[in-house]
């Protein structure tokens, strides 16, 4: 049973525009949601986190909404650039701690 | 700065080998964690040490066995490995037991299980 899920699998934007990743989660008891990215061959990075008693955060030109009631958060990129093609993550953990729930990914692929 | 170092990157076993897989990090992180991850799943936690000293169960710990060596080193043994434990397998470091998930990843090792 999916506790974190990322339904679209692949989304291609023109560059520029923005991209909207989406992601449900179905436990409300969830402390901190975070989203990293992920090139091939490579590890994946954390990008940005939000706490459970928040509604967005911001860094630069990346942007997480959280939608506590819909139990769905979303991450803005904006605009989007070729180098953001990648795989995102959407991850959950409860309290504290590295012990996350992963999502399925999204690969996000930006066109010039 | 190195950061979190994986070996080996490939490695493909017969049903039934073991092997271990070795992880160092050199930001002096307290907590240590393995990931695996296959096609459609995202990442699954397999086992983490929240210090050293302390190993833990993750969410698919069957089949694996961890050391943490020390600080630096955590290491996971597949004893006798099978065609299921086929993935890629991530290492992972965090300041402690107490950051929010800021996790940094070694760059992964491929595990083929024929």
């Known amino acids: 049973d999916q506790q974190v899920k990322q339904n679209s699998p692949s989304l291609s934007v023109q560059e520029g525009r923005i991209s909207i990743l989406n992601c449900d989660y179905t436990?409300?008891?969830?402390?901190?949601f975070l989203w990293y990215k992920k090139y091939p061959a490579e590890g994946p990075t954390f990008l940005i986190s939000?706490?459970?008693?928040?509604d967005k955060n911001e860094d630069g030109r990346f942007t997480v909404f959280l939608n506590k009631s819909a139990k769905h958060l979303s991450l803005h990129i904006v605009p989007s650039q070729p180098g953001d093609s990648a795989v995102y993550f959407c991850?959950?953990?409860f309290g504290r701690g590295g012990k996350l729930i992963f999502g399925q990914g999204t690969e996000l692929s930006v066109k010039p | 700065n190195a950061g979190v170092t994986q070996t080996p990157k490939f490695q493909v076993l017969k049903t039934g080998q073991s092997m271990t897989l070795q992880c160092a990090q050199d930001?002096?992180?307290?907590?240590m964690y393995w990931y695996r991850q296959d096609p459609g799943m995202g990442l699954r936690l397999i086992y983490y040490?929240?210090?050293?000293?302390?190993?833990d169960k993750g969410e698919v710990p069957n089949g694996y066995n961890v050391s943490r060596l020390n600080k630096r080193e955590f290491s996971l043994r597949l004893e006798s490995a099978a065609p299921s434990q086929t993935s890629v397998y991530f290492c992972?470091?965090?300041?402690?037991?107490?950051?929010?998930?800021?996790?940094?990843f070694g760059e992964g090792s491929r595990l083929t299980v024929l």
């Open positions: 992972a470091s965090s300041q402690g037991p107490a950051n929010t998930g800021e996790l940094f």
């Open positions: 436990n409300s008891m969830f402390d901190y």
């Open positions: 939000i706490s459970s008693i928040k």
């Open positions: 991850a959950a953990n």
């Open positions: 930001m002096n992180h307290n907590s």
């Open positions: 040490s929240a210090s050293e000293g302390t190993t």
